[in-house]
């Protein structure tokens, strides 16, 4: 009996322990103490369990933390933005009251000093025949007015441009213009910028056709130097006065090219005109252009040679083939005069001699004196044969004489022996003459003109190098 009980309280205790994970200690603990432990054990599990779950509340909870500061962010730059904008719109509405454009700034004092900046954005080429060029350019003026100094944080101020008709501004204008234009597509091409300190600085697009006394005694082997000329139209040198800027006077993009020249470089300076009316100040650019040979060597040189050439081949033509030694003679002569006159048409009708005017007066000289030749050999040939019917027995007899009969010659007949072999030496000579004359003439043309000369070298004094 004691044996059976035994066996059931131990099988309770096992059956207690399995089922109810250790049942007799809640018991042993205190009810707080079962509690707190029972929550850290679920906390463990679900801790356990659930991960992933735990980890996606804190990124919702920090994401929206995160959006939330970013908000407040934009909201205090919006409402600075705003103030600032607010500030700036009262500064410029009261910024013209009480302002006149028409008094120069420092008013009776010193004269107002305005900087000058020349960007070159495109060359449109030289006209020789109306001794202009054509440029387009951003023109660039910097001056200082202290009526519109401020004391705003930013360094400078963009403006509308249409603030250039309310404020005073530098009376410029362009002494050598023939043509120009302002650039409105899409908008007015201008800018404005206004400074702490009071100065304005700003910049308009402009097209300009300018004159360019030119040189052609070279031409087309010439060096041109040609000019913007600035100056200030009402303003004297005690009120206005003109400067490049130090850093960048002028400006030219690696990628300018032009159709017949190649640009060298330039040279600026400053300048005073005076007149009637008083002393004005004035600045200048010059722009060193240097002519290219290609299109020149090509549509004038090369082929002004062969025509010379072909004038040459009448020399190994028979002398008694007058028709055809005339005909090429007289087309050749024509061709010269027609193509000097077409180079010279695109050129201004100057006094002096110009290189291509001394290349083909020399050519025509050469293609005449073949055709002159070719007059003096046929007199020749032809009063060798007027005392003689038919030629061909007469040259026969004098040439070709039989050996048994020694024919008598009269003096009339070796006369005319002589003539007919003179024409011929004539034309042997000839055809050595004029190729080395014509040779000797090139060495010098071309030494005078293109190595001896000294025109660029002293056009690129002081002149800063253009590299492209």
């Known amino acids: 009996m004691q044996r059976v009980l035994i066996n059931i309280l131990f099988g309770i205790l096992i059956i207690c322990f399995t089922y109810n994970d250790g049942c007799m200690g809640d018991y042993l603990l205190p009810p707080q103490s079962v509690a707190e432990s029972k929550v850290e054990i679920e906390d463990s599990v679900a801790a356990t369990k659930k991960p992933d779950e735990n980890m996606w509340e804190s990124g ?99 403006l509308d441009p249409s603030i250039l008709g309310e404020i005073w501004k530098p009376d410029v204008y362009f002494s050598n213009e023939k043509r120009a234009n302002f ?69 030219l993009p690696e990628t300018l090219q032009l159709p017949q020249f190649l640009i060298r470089g330039y040279r600026v300076e400053k300048c005073t005109k005076k007149y009637d009316t008083g002393s004005f100040t004035c600045l200048v650019a010059h722009f060193i252009l240097e002519r290219q040979m290609g299109y020149y060597f090509i549509q004038m040189y090369a082929p002004s040679v062969l025509i010379v050439i072909l004038s040459w081949v009448a020399f190994w033509i028979n002398m008694d083939a007058a028709p055809a030694r005339t005909a090429l003679g007289i087309t050749t002569v024509l061709t010269m005069t027609t193509e000097s006159s077409g180079a010279r048409a695109s050129l201004p009708k100057v006094s002096y001699v110009k290189a291509i005017d001394v290349w083909y007066a020399v050519c025509l000289l050469f293609v005449f004196a073949a055709l002159l030749e070719f007059a003096l050999v046929n007199f020749l040939s032809r009063k060798a044969g007027s005392f003689c019917r038919p030629i061909e027995r007469c040259f026969h007899r004098i040439e070709e004489p039989t050996p048994d009969v020694a024919p008598e010659l009269t003096p009339k007949e070796k006369d005319r022996a002589i003539n007919r072999k003179r024409a011929k030496q004539i034309d042997n000579i000839a055809r050595f003459l004029f190729p080395i004359s014509f040779i000797i003439f090139n060495s010098f043309y071309w030494v005078v003109y293109q190595v001896a000369r000294d025109d660029l070298a002293t056009a690129m004094k002081n002149a800063t190098l253009y590299f492209h």
Not at 192 to 203: A, E, K, M, P, Q
Not at 239 to 245: A, K
Request: charged share 25%; proline share 3%; glycine share 4%.
């Open 183 to 251: 650039h409105v597509i899409t908008t007015d091409n201008k800018l404005v910028r206004l400074f702490r300190n009071g100065d304005i600085y700003s910049g308009i697009r402009l097209t300009l056709t300018l004159s360019c006394n030119m040189h052609l005694r070279h031409f087309p082997m010439d060096v041109q130097i040609c000019s913007i000329k600035m100056e200030s139209f009402g303003y004297d040198m005690t009120s206005l006065i003109f400067d490049w800027n130090a850093d960048n006077a002028v400006k």
């Open 60 to 158: 919702k909870s920090g994401k929206r933390k995160y959006n939330q500061n970013l908000q407040m962010s934009q909201t205090k730059d919006a409402l600075r933005q705003k103030l600032r904008d607010q500030n700036l719109t009262n500064f410029l509405d009261s910024m013209l009251v009480g302002y006149d454009q028409r008094i120069r700034p420092n008013n009776n004092g010193p004269p107002v000093l305005t900087t000058f900046q020349i960007y070159v954005n495109q060359f449109y080429g030289l006209h020789q025949e109306n001794m202009d060029y054509k440029i387009n350019i951003f023109l660039r003026l910097r001056w200082n007015d202290p009526r519109l100094a401020h004391n705003f944080t930013e360094k400078e101020i963009l």
